[in-house]
């Protein structure tokens, strides 16, 4: 049993509960979450390695596609071994610090993300709305202070939160019910003033979800009003058509975080095993179905995985011959 009466700063231990009231079918759970986890790592890497070998694809729209495949693997990798350790064992116990470190990972890769994906719809404006200057407005140096900022802002936003945390005692329970520490989760753990942690929250969430949404809103409606200035059926049709895979990856995205983030703070009647599923929604399903996407929707990323594919095939058909 986990004292209480202890703050963060002395010796600590949490202790995820994982999904409660579904405890009894965690091992099951643990398969969809393996397959998950089994897609994401083969399609990011697919995705990572096609790219990279491909000077074809050397264009800016697929160094983004690089740059969210490489958080995509990141996170995973940050949430998925706990994960399975306590679907597989009930292996729930975290030390504060890991439990600081894997909060801080998690929400600022989820931030990384979310600028990538704004980055990749000024792209899409750029091709469609002035294609004539793409070259020169999205050179490699560009894109890599568009990474830079990538990381600097969800590293930044994210630093005071193990700090306002920090601060806080906790003196009722250590035992978090969720699958990874959430920033939320285990602030409803502590005791005294809570309110720092509420307010900066919502700020970051406003300043990361809510900007970026409407920024990548306005991005589309400019590209929209483009598209309809043109004079024929078959450009408009080829001209959407190359913003299908960026759609979609935003709807996967955005739709379980916003469903996450209002049902955590504002649907209190909505049960808890709920809100710990979107969480997980959240994390697992964009980075699985991301590669997926792009690689059935991008022509030129799936030929170049069926000519691979093709090549092992005829030589191991030579080998075995």
């Not at 694809?57 to 740059?67: E, Q, R």
């Not at 693997?73 to 009930?90: D, M, Q, R």
């Amino acid at each position: 049993m986990i004292s209480s009466n202890h703050t963060i700063q002395e010796p600590l231990v949490f202790f995820l509960l994982g999904i409660p009231g579904l405890e009894s079918i965690h091992l099951w759970l643990s398969i969809p979450v393996c397959c998950l986890g089994v897609v994401t790592i083969v399609g990011n890497i697919t995705i990572l390695a096609v790219v990279a070998t491909e000077p074809a694809l050397h264009k800016p729209v697929y160094f983004f596609l690089c740059m969210l495949s490489a958080i995509d693997l990141f996170t995973s990798a940050t949430t998925l071994p706990k994960l399975l350790a306590i679907l597989w064992f009930g292996a729930g116990h975290i030390a504060a610090a890991a439990c600081l470190a894997q909060m801080f990972f998690i929400h600022a890769f989820c931030m990384m993300e979310s600028t990538v994906l704004l980055a990749m719809a000024f792209d899409r404006y750029v091709a469609i709305c002035d294609p004539l200057r793409y070259a020169t407005i999205l050179t490699d140096t560009v894109i890599s202070w568009i990474g830079l900022a990538a990381v600097l802002r969800g590293s930044l936003l994210m630093f005071p939160c193990p700090f306002l945390i920090g601060r806080l005692s906790f003196c009722h329970s250590h035992v978090i019910p969720h699958t990874y520490c959430e920033h939320m989760a285990v602030v409803k753990l502590a005791c005294g003033n809570t309110i720092p942690n509420h307010v900066y929250g919502l700020i970051v969430a406003l300043l990361v979800i809510g900007v970026d949404l409407l920024c990548i809103g306005l991005s589309y409606a400019l590209i929209a009003q483009a598209v309809l200035r043109l004079s024929s059926r078959e450009a408009r049709a080829k001209a959407l058509g190359t913003c299908g895979s960026h759609i979609c990856v935003i709807l996967i995205s955005y739709t379980p975080a916003l469903f996450s983030f209002f049902t955590h703070r504002f649907g209190h009647h909505v049960p808890l095993h709920i809100h710990i599923l979107l969480a997980n929604v959240y994390l697992l399903f964009p980075a699985a179905l991301n590669p997926i996407v792009y690689g059935v929707k991008t022509k030129e990323i799936r030929d170049r995985v069926v000519r691979v594919f093709l090549r092992g095939q005829s030589s191991g058909d030579k080998g075995v011959g």
